[in-house]
């Protein structure tokens, strides 16, 4: 009964990692796409996008063994007046091997996209 017991509250906690996991990576790829569609240049809205998303997930307490970032910045080159979003996508590889639960993942991905709209009426390059 007790290894039952056991085994219920590995399981318990995995599901809570991964659920973190999920609202941590989601919040990271809002973050960051948001963040991208401020700038005025692709480079700049990469190199913005990825240090956001990496602080964003440092303070959510998300520790990735690999932690990937990728910002979609194709439509900053439409002209001025037009509709243009900026898309960022964030996956995490969540360590599951520290929970010693037999048959389990040692990890598991999580991946999250959002889009944020770029401002129609600011100059970009």
Same mark, same amino acid.
């Given at each position: 009964?007790?290894?039952?017991?056991?085994?219920? @509250?590995? /399981?318990? @906690?995995?599901?809570?990692?991964?659920?973190?996991?999920?609202?941590?990576? %989601?919040?990271?790829?809002?973050?960051?796409?948001?963040?991208?569609?401020?700038?005025? %240049?692709?480079?700049?809205?990469?190199?913005?996008?990825?240090?956001?998303?990496?602080?964003?997930?440092?303070?959510?307490?998300?520790?990735?063994? %690999?932690?990937?970032?990728?910002?979609?910045?194709? #439509? /900053?080159?439409?002209?001025?007046?037009?509709?243009?979003?900026?898309?960022?996508?964030?996956?995490?590889?969540?360590?599951?091997?520290?929970?010693?639960?037999?048959?389990?993942?040692?990890?598991?991905?999580?991946?999250?996209?959002?889009?944020?709209? @770029?401002? #129609?009426?600011?100059?970009?390059?």
């Amino acid at each position: 009964m007790a290894v039952l017991l056991g085994v219920i @509250i590995m /399981f318990a @906690i995995a599901a809570g990692r991964f659920v973190a996991a999920e609202s941590a990576t %989601d919040q990271a790829a809002f973050a960051a796409a948001r963040a991208a569609s401020m700038q005025r %240049d692709p480079a700049a809205a990469e190199a913005q996008a990825r240090a956001v998303a990496d602080r964003t997930l440092h303070e959510q307490g998300l520790a990735c063994s %690999d932690l990937t970032a990728t910002v979609d910045t194709s #439509q /900053f080159s439409r002209p001025l007046g037009t509709p243009a979003v900026v898309r960022a996508t964030v996956r995490c590889e969540v360590r599951w091997s520290d929970l010693a639960i037999p048959g389990a993942p040692g990890s598991r991905a999580v991946q999250a996209e959002f889009a944020s709209p @770029i401002d #129609q009426l600011r100059e970009r390059s």
